[in-house]
């Protein structure tokens, strides 16, 4: 596609649901990034795939966060038992194998209530 | 890890006002470094980069150089406009592209 596109682009969840979350990067590009962005924050570093391989996942803060990329491209975050603190927009980025500009997409937020 | 520190906001200026945001960075080796903007009901998009010290980054009248003596790469535009009103980011990169962002400076320019 022309650009990242992520959906939902909001997304109520009571407190103790599950919810998932998508990414579908420019195509083509080999590393895809999430980062989740508080209200009055800047984006922290979630976790990164290059192609289907999840490299790192250290900015995960909890067990109820996954994420996968089982084919190399489409992402899916998923977060178990959902709580206020999680309430955030959730950004996903990719880049291309050989430029380090990372293209965002517009974000899912996601408020716990 | 790596960090970034940039000025707090929010920064009102009138329009045609000289604008400069600063930022440090700390970090290991020799990142690259950037500016997002996030215009309202928008996402992320690069504003510039430079990827070596000295190096000077331009883009919409905008520019930051890469200072490593000083760890900077502040954000000056001579002549802001209204339609500059935005939250600007700056960040470096650490291993393989991953971002280190700054809280964010929000930018109000009044005619």
């Known amino acids: 596609g022309a650009g990242v596109s992520q959906s939902p682009r909001y997304k109520v969840a009571k407190r103790g649901q599950d919810v998932a979350l998508r990414c579908d990067p420019i195509?083509?590009?080999?590393?895809l990034f999430w980062y989740q962005q508080a209200l009055g924050q800047g984006p922290e570093f979630l976790t990164y795939f290059q192609n289907e391989a999840q490299l790192d996942k250290s900015g995960l803060p909890s067990d109820r966060f996954f994420a996968e990329r089982p084919e190399g491209s489409v992402s899916t975050l998923k977060i178990q038992r959902t709580q206020q603190e999680d309430s955030a927009v959730y950004l996903c980025?990719?880049?291309?194998?050989?430029?380090?500009?990372?293209?965002f997409g517009q974000g899912t937020r996601l408020t716990v209530v | 890890g790596n960090s970034v520190t940039q000025m707090e906001g929010p920064v009102t200026l009138s329009e045609e006002a000289f604008l400069t945001i600063n930022c440090t960075y700390t970090?290991?080796?020799?990142?690259?470094l950037f500016w997002y903007v996030q215009y309202p009901g928008e996402g992320l998009q690069l504003l510039l980069k430079a990827t070596k010290a000295d190096d000077k980054g331009s883009n919409k009248g905008f520019e930051a150089t890469y200072r490593k003596e000083t760890t900077s790469f502040h954000l000056e535009k001579g002549s802001v406009q209204v339609s500059d009103s935005a939250v600007y980011f700056c960040?470096?990169?650490?291993?393989?592209?991953?971002?280190?962002f700054g809280t964010g400076t929000r930018l109000q320019v009044t005619l």
């Open positions: 980025a990719s880049t291309s194998r050989t430029n380090t500009e990372a293209f």
């Open positions: 195509s083509g590009h080999v590393s």
């Open positions: 970090a290991t080796g020799y990142p690259s």
């Open positions: 960040a470096c990169t650490g291993t393989a592209s991953k971002l280190t």
